[in-house]
């Protein structure tokens, strides 16, 4: 075998195992000792001997890992191959029979009852009852409250458990959520124009127009301007209305992906390896002749789809449905649009769906003479090809597309690589003189350990972005993009030019090699866990935690070591349902972690420090909690629909704040306090100012529910005394998603503060006399004051 393909086979293999060699081993799930049954005894000594120093007697991990619950673990030949290449060390690897004697101590030992099924209880943690969970996941899955017919289904069985909460992923909100929690951790929302982003100038070619360029040179192939565009939809129909889901779709478009896949219960892995990208028709008529629809169930050899000619769009069936839509798309900030923009649309005009995505292929230059595409259009994977994403990720010619290979392991192998051990202290390594040329034979990358062990595994993925430039578009002569001194180090790999021309199979991969990083990716067992990290982390609104230390304290251990068993967990029932992304959001919505009410014993304390769902709410995520309760939303002091006030009270705009508040103090308490007296007098008025049967708090009261009545019987005085007990028992399971007693100590203390408000009057305090002047109202106006102050409405 000559060099060059000794170097080929070997990066092969390299890159195919890099997922699956160094992803996270992440969970800690007891002792191993007491076990019975399936231990391998030679494989057990050679642990203790060879293993144990690094990842812990019990396999609770330390400088080397967890290896409980680990991507690798979930077989004993995954484990063997990943023994076999660099364990315990890569040059003293384990071979043979002694590879597979450790693997099976490894699985049967530490992982034979810990990867499958989210744990709904977990011992010491009491958990929400029915209810409270049914109010907290339709919040947070629909953006409003349960019917009765809903809390019915969901308490009668698990069945009627799935069936809820599937349908509250059935709903526009749930979709607008999701790509909100795809976000939190990718930021590639950054270039909507309300975060102060402009998508145009990722391709503006000097005129104002979308322009990219022709890889093949010459002029720039520019999309159409939107006023041409626009000048040609008859009627009334405001251009802000076009201009918003054209340029917000472009600057979307990792986010819509993920709409696309979680809309039509697509393979989720597709994420990362689809040969295509997704548009909507405000996008398809903007991208003009530089995009063609194409149907991703008929893949075609050279990496991409065949086309579909004459596509049908989805239309509106009234203003009706259109005004719901933009009603739950403005969650999120608004789109921008007054109220007389909202009600121009005309229906004959331009009645298409935003929703209605659509996998197309996006090409630089002309179509051919059949109206198709050239060889030469985008080869797609996913959201990895995306140039919004290459952009947030960005690289440059110093760094060779490492940054990007580095968040490829975050976001879809859930492996930190700066975590792996090794010296970063840049002082102690001696580097040759960089000339532009040549960096010498003392490359620290080729020969350094301590860098070699990173760049090892990141090189590789790295290298698959060679045909993309380092501002995200392809670029397949590489005119620009790699330093002559680079290319002749081969990145730290070897001096051959490697390409990835005969990987896979015999299929060349020649300037698209990013399909086939995308193909390994989705295929490899990390993945599952990446996706999972990523909802977990935007569910419960935590922090993932890094890898405990040798000196890490035991709360922290523990902490990390339930967070790990839910992901791990909720990434094996995501796979099972051939990765449905519903079901991996499911599986976190019935969790112990997710349910949990409080630790039941304080000898658990430690245990659970960061179980359950304890952060602040996101601002447009507590902006949408009290448009659920009908106050219309804070639209008041602060208008929580725009960025500049969400971010006051801590929300981000994913370019340079980068993550919402996790907590409150000072300035923003002080918001939240007028919040809640300006939200309690719109929530009061609006539920009076409504029969009973269409309210949503206020349900079991009206203005004449008064036991301080001197016109009543006693017996109206008992209805009304448990009218009013029960309203406020309800106010507890629907603002703070706690289920009471009716003589609770909860509803005595509201019921108190009631009766005081009724006989001391409330109005000239509270400076919200309501609609009708009435007492009741007031009184009813500080329960609900009392209600949005309390700490458990602004957390989740």
């Known amino acids: 075998m000559d060099y060059n393909t000794l170097v080929k086979a070997s990066l092969k293999l390299l890159i195919a195992g890099t997922f699956l060699v ?88 530490f992982n034979s009852g810990s990867i499958g099924s989210v744990q709904r209880t977990l011992p010491g943690l009491a958990t929400m009852t029915e209810k409270e969970a049914i109010y907290k996941i339709a919040f947070d899955l629909a953006g409003r409250l349960p019917t ?24 526009d909100y749930f979709y607008e959520r999701l790509k909100d929690i795809f976000n939190e951790t990718m930021l590639t929302d950054r270039y ?114 065949k086309p579909v000619s004459n596509p049908e769009w989805r239309t509106f069936n009234s203003q009706k449905e259109i005004n719901e839509y933009l009603d739950v798309v403005e969650y999120l900030g608004g ?45 797609h994977s996913g959201v990895i090809t995306d140039e919004l994403f290459l952009n947030v990720y960005t690289a440059t010619e110093t760094n060779m597309h490492r940054n990007r290979a580095r968040m490829i392991y975050w976001f879809f192998a859930a492996k930190d690589l700066l975590a792996i051990e090794g010296n970063r202290d840049a002082s102690t390594i001696a580097f040759d003189d960089f000339d532009g040329v040549s960096v010498g034979t003392n490359d620290p990358t080729q020969e350094n350990p301590d860098c070699k062990v990173c760049h090892d595994i990141m090189d590789p993925v790295a290298k698959a972005f060679e045909s993309y430039a380092l501002n995200g578009l392809w670029d397949p002569d590489n005119s620009d993009r790699v330093p002559a001194h680079l290319k002749t180090v081969g990145w730290g790999l070897s001096n051959a030019d490697i390409d990835y021309n005969q990987l896979g199979q015999g299929t060349s991969y020649a300037n698209r090699e990013l399909q086939w990083l995308g193909e390994q990716i989705a295929n490899d067992p990390a993945y599952a866990r990446g996706i999972a990290q990523i909802v977990v982390s935007g569910m419960l609104g935590q922090q993932i935690l890094g890898e405990p230390g040798d000196d890490s304290p035991e709360e922290y251990r523990n902490a990390y070591a339930e967070q790990s068993r839910l992901i791990a967990n909720a990434a094996t ?18 969790s112990a972690y997710y349910r949990s009410a409080n630790v039941a014993s304080p000898s658990f304390s430690d245990k ?8 602040y709410l996101a601002p447009q995520v507590l902006h949408q909690k009290l448009r659920a309760l009908n106050s219309g939303g804070w639209t008041n002091s602060l208008d929580l629909r725009q960025l500049n006030s969400r971010q006051f009270i801590g929300g981000m705009n994913s370019n340079d704040i980068l ?46 529910t008064n036991p301080m009545a ?68 007031d009184a009813w106006y500080v329960v609900v004051v009392f209600m949005l102050s309390d700490y458990r409405f602004i957390y989740g």
Not at 23 to 31: I, R, S, Y
Not at 221 to 231: G, I, K, L, Q, V
Not at 608 to 615: F, P, R
Request: aromatic share 10%; with cysteine; charged share 25%.
């Open 192 to 305: 909507r124009s309300e975060n102060g982003g402009n998508v145009r100038g990722l391709y503006d070619g000097g005129n104002g127009q979308f322009q990219l360029p022709n890889p093949n040179g010459g002029n720039y192939t520019p999309f159409p301007d939107t006023r041409e565009w626009e000048s040609e939809v008859p009627g009334m129909l405001t251009r802000n209305y076009l201009r918003f889901f054209a340029e917000q779709g472009l600057a979307r478009k990792p986010m819509l992906y993920v709409e696309f896949l979680a809309r039509n219960d697509r393979d989720f892995r597709e994420f990362v390896s689809g040969k295509y990208t997704v548009v909507n028709k405000f996008m398809f008529d903007m991208l003009g002749d530089n995009v063609v629809i194409v149907d991703p169930d008929q893949p075609r050899p050279n990496g991409s789809s």
């Open 573 to 590: 029932e995501f796979k099972a349902d051939s990765y449905n992304i519903k079901a991996l959001v499911y599986a976190v919505t019935k």
């Open 710 to 777: 001197t016109n009543i019987s006693a017996q109206t005085r008992m209805n009304n005394i448990r009218a009013i007990r029960s309203n406020i028992q309800f106010l507890y399971l629907a603002m703070l998603q706690k289920e009471v007693d009716l003589s609770s100590e909860e509803v005595n203390l509201v019921f108190d503060l009631f009766m005081s408000a009724l006989e001391n009057g409330a109005t000239a305090s509270s400076g919200c006399g309501g609609t009708n002047g009435n007492d009741i109202e």
């Open 148 to 171: 009765d017919e809903e809390v019915a289904t969901f308490s009668e069985n698990v069945g009627g458990e799935k069936e809820v909460v599937y349908g509250f992923m059935e709903e």
């Open 659 to 704: 993550k919402d508040a996790d907590s409150v103090g000072g300035i923003i308490a002080g918001v939240l306090d007028r919040m809640a007296v300006e939200e309690a007098c719109d929530i009061v008025n609006n539920e009076f100012n409504r029969d009973r049967e269409e309210r949503k708090l206020l349900k079991y009261v009206e203005l004449n």
């Open 22 to 109: 160094l992803t996270a081993c992440t969970q800690d799930f007891g002792d191993a000792e007491g076990r019975s049954g399936g231990i391998n005894e030679k494989g057990q000594a050679i642990y203790a001997e060879q293993c144990a120093s690094c990842h812990g007697s019990s396999g609770q991990g330390g400088n080397g890992g967890s290896l409980i619950g680990c991507a690798t673990c979930g077989d004993t030949s995954s484990l063997i191959a990943k023994i076999e290449r660099d364990m315990p060390s890569a040059s003293k690897a384990l071979k043979g029979d002694d590879a597979r004697n450790t693997a099976e101590y490894v699985f049967d030992a």
């Open 335 to 379: 789109i921008g649009l007054s109220t007389t923009d909202r009600n121009q649309y005309i229906m004959s005009d331009y009645p298409y769906d935003p929703r209605d995505l659509k996998a197309a292929q996006i090409f630089y230059n002309e179509k051919t003479g059949t109206g198709l595409p050239r060889a030469s259009g985008v080869p």
């Open 608 to 615: 659970y420090t960061q179980v359950g769902a304890v952060s």
